[in-house]
């Protein structure tokens, strides 16, 4: 048979990854805070899409600058009916929101919700006054002029959010061309500022710091502090031979020790931790667990048919291209809007049906469950159940849990075929730890016989990884720690 080139027509079927769909992926893992930026770019660059308020009747999108005429409720009509075509055929939450309402949408909502009839403390949402740098650089403009300021602030600038210097005076005194001793006598002087330890280039130097102002650093206590380690290891009658004390002078000075702040600087902290904005709401009504999508943060968009229809009059026909190119735009984004929450929204019930005894009793109640569970259960892919999960949180009644946090794995009970939650069994080594008695402090061993004797079947370094991951000590660092408390 002769070997030739040729042309072939045939037919074939693949999945291709449309920009839509891509698109549609990227907003299902957006949290609602990063949605939320993202709809601020999508209103700024298709002039088509209108927001209205969250809380309003539903005849929104008004045009700027103009009252609301009727074709606004109509344009709101039109994207609603848009809806119900794409997407509309999946069942709704069985919620009585006549009966019960939610009121998680904003803080002044809670006010009164706890019946105490106190409102809520606005001052505890003010910012610092500044950084530790700031309040620093304040103090040094006060006592210090000219060349002196110039290497206070230099100093300043080296010490980190924590209180330390952290810095070689000698290489600094060189780089700066000045004498190291007006190095050194500027930093004592710094080291008077407040907050009381600042400027310590170590954690014996500030300890020392605080106890020079508060009138107790005696040479037993400078002993004390210049064997730390000592203290860290809970060597009592070493330090007692030491410092040349009793044991009642010891107790003392490390209650003394124990109110110094081994950071100073955290006071002023910088920048606050992020606020987390919950995606979902659980509350248990009479008919079961009620589960709502958290709109307070994100504007309802809407596609303003009318602006379309008065720019495309007697537009030119690359213009009315461009016009119709938004318009779709505007109508797909709506429609994967409304898909995103449904999908949200349903995910979150199915693991409130898998989770009910953790919403009902607790962690100790909760069941081992993985991505592919729900995935099977609502009928989806286990990816989109993932991204579904990644960076969304959940507000119920026992406080704000990220949603991966209800995924855990497996540990095998000693009798049936029963399992339990991981977090459950954290759980309980938790309970078992801060109830232990200061003279009977429980070995991994013992903790992992403990939970065999309650039906959990495991192991000894299953116990020692757990422990460490909720940042617990070893059975010695524990003893020491109860030993310093008293």
Not at 89 to 103: G, K, M, T
Not at 194 to 214: F, K, T, W, Y
Request: proline content about 3%.
């Amino acid at each position: 048979m002769a070997l030739g080139p040729r042309l072939d027509l045939r037919q074939s079927q693949s999945l291709v990854m449309t920009p839509q769909l891509q698109q549609a992926i990227k907003l299902l893992a957006l949290s609602n805070l990063e949605l939320e930026a993202y709809l601020a770019e999508a209103l700024e660059g298709n002039p088509l899409l209108d927001t209205s308020s969250a809380d309003s009747d539903g005849s929104g999108g008004d045009e700027p600058g103009g009252d609301a005429p009727p074709a606004a409720e109509a344009a709101s009509l039109d994207a609603d009916q848009a809806l119900s075509a794409d997407g509309g055929s999946e069942n709704d939450l069985d919620v009585d929101l006549a009966a019960d309402s939610f009121h998680h949408d904003s803080a002044s909502d809670n006010v009164g919700l706890s019946g105490s009839g106190e409102d809520i403390d606005f001052d505890s949402f003010a910012d610092h006054d500044g950084t530790l740098h700031d309040h620093l650089l304040a103090q040094v403009g006060e006592r210090f002029g000219g060349i002196e300021a110039i290497v206070a602030g230099q100093l300043v600038g080296l010490i980190d959010e924590a209180g330390y210097l952290r810095a070689d005076l000698a290489e600094l005194a060189a780089q700066l061309g000045v004498p190291l001793a007006l190095l050194e006598e500027i930093l004592a002087i710094i080291q008077c500022f407040d907050p009381s330890g600042v400027g310590g280039r170590d954690l014996a130097e500030c300890i020392a710091i605080q106890a020079r102002e508060a009138d107790r650093y005696d040479p037993a206590m400078a002993t004390m502090i210049a064997h730390l380690d000592l203290v860290a290891k809970g060597a009592f009658p070493q330090l007692k031979r030491i410092c040349g004390v009793d044991d009642e002078d010891l107790a003392d000075m490390i209650r003394e020790l124990r109110s110094y702040d081994p950071k100073p600087g955290l006071k002023f902290g910088g920048e606050g931790a992020p606020a987390v904005v919950p995606d979902l709401y659980i509350r248990q009504t009479a008919k079961g667990w009620a589960v709502e999508i958290n709109g307070g943060t994100l504007p309802r968009l809407l596609v303003n048919r009318r602006y379309y229809t008065e720019l495309a009059t007697g537009a030119a026909a690359k213009n009315k291209a461009w016009l119709s190119e938004q318009l779709a735009g505007a109508n797909w984004l709506v429609r994967a809007l409304d898909q995103r929450q449904r999908t949200i929204v349903k995910v979150g019930s199915e693991i409130v049906k898998q989770q009910e005894g953790f919403f009902l009793h607790g962690v100790a109640h909760m069941r081992p469950l993985t991505l592919r569970q729900v995935a099977e259960a609502i009928g989806m892919h286990e990816s989109t159940v993932s991204r579904v999960t990644s960076n969304k949180y959940l507000s119920c009644p026992r406080g704000l849990f990220e949603l991966k946090y209800f995924f855990s794995s497996g540990i095998s009970a000693t009798e049936g075929d029963g399992a339990v939650s991981a977090e459950a069994v954290k759980s309980r080594i938790k309970a078992m730890i801060e109830a232990e008695d200061a003279k009977a402090i429980l070995s991994d061993e013992t903790i992992a016989q403990k939970l065999s004797a309650e039906g959990h079947d495991i192991a000894r370094r299953t116990v020692v990884k757990y422990r460490e991951a909720m940042g617990f000590g070893s059975s010695v660092q524990r003893r020491r720690q109860k030993a310093l408390a008293g």
